[in-house]
């Protein structure tokens, strides 16, 4: 029974929508169950009370509420969300004018319009909700104030209908200031939110991914692999001999060197690769869909292209270079294997004097011998 109750309320819901628009499809899905149980109760009473039109009025509202549930699961969430959600108030709207009309029991009846105010505002959001309630209001002050009452089933008193009015404004006022505030609550969380998110992942230094990053986008290139079964390739790289360029010129000239060979490494880069700050001069590539032999022809070029231009740094050139350790990246292999593998390779293309590409494979054969 609870499962049940459960589906039907996250109908339409997907992980991958905001929770902002979940929120909204949860409550309209409740919205459309209490709409069908209340309607189709009622009606079956005006059915008992031999009032055919009350009733053919209030089974319609019941069919309506039930296919605005389901129109969000056919339509696709965003689209079915807001045309369920049209459907909806067009019922409610359309339920509060038979009542404004008829009168309702003991002319109690426009009382119910009060509802429509904030449920509209929830639904639709600020600008629509504040077009949608103008709309009723004009509609509701036709029905009451035209002459002779030619548009009312009832009579009501000119105070009451004035009253219902101006309560009426008031009530929408409030809803349209609350829902705005809210909705602008909402996106400064949500900008907030990007924000952090976007500082915890970058580096503010070189403005590329930071070691955080770097390792979202790892994982995320080996669950590709793991469906394509298309092994890709990683590659280390560390500045060389990058201590003396802090010792010679200064800390603030180091970091200008850092930032002008992450733009050189990146310029180098096809669009689907990665490229991240993986420590201090440290640096890690990722190669998508690519193997080593591959992945070490274009480490070469990166190679080749920061130590054939000197970096430009307070009027002076720098000569920069770096050494790089490659990897590729198997099924059967775990990360820390991999990035300990490019590691090995890294020192090993220190250790052949700096200033080369060196893959896991030719550090494995070296180290055998
Ligand atoms: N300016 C600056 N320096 C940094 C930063 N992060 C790390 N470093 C420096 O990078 C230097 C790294 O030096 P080492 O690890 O000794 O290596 P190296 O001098 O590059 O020599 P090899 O790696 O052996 O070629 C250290 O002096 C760190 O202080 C940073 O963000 N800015």
Partial sequence: MISAIKKFVDLGTDASLSDDLNRRIRVVNMFSAVGMTVTFLLGFRALFAQETFLTCVLFSATILFAISHKLQAMIGAKRGSFISATVLIACLMSLMLILVVTGGSENTGPLWIFTVPSVTMFFTGFRRGLMALTGFAAVIIVIFFTPDNALLATEYSFEFKTRIVYTFITVSFLSAVYEYSRQ?????????????????????????????????????????????????????????????INDTFGHDAGDEVLKKVASVFSSRLRAQDGLSRWGGEEFLFIFPETNEQDARMVTEQIRENLSANAIPVDNKSHRVTSSFGVCEITPSMTLTTALNLADQALYQAKNDGRNKVCTATEHKRKSSR
């Fill in 184 to 244: 602008r609550s909402y996106n400064t969380a949500v900008y907030l939110s990007e924000q952090f998110e976007r500082q915890a992942r970058y580096d503010p230094l070189t403005t590329i991914l930071n070691r955080r990053g770097g390792q979202q986008q790892l994982e995320q290139e080996l669950s590709r692999m793991q469906r394509n079964k298309k092994p890709f390739s990683i590659a280390l790289a560390d500045i060389d001999r990058f201590k003396s």
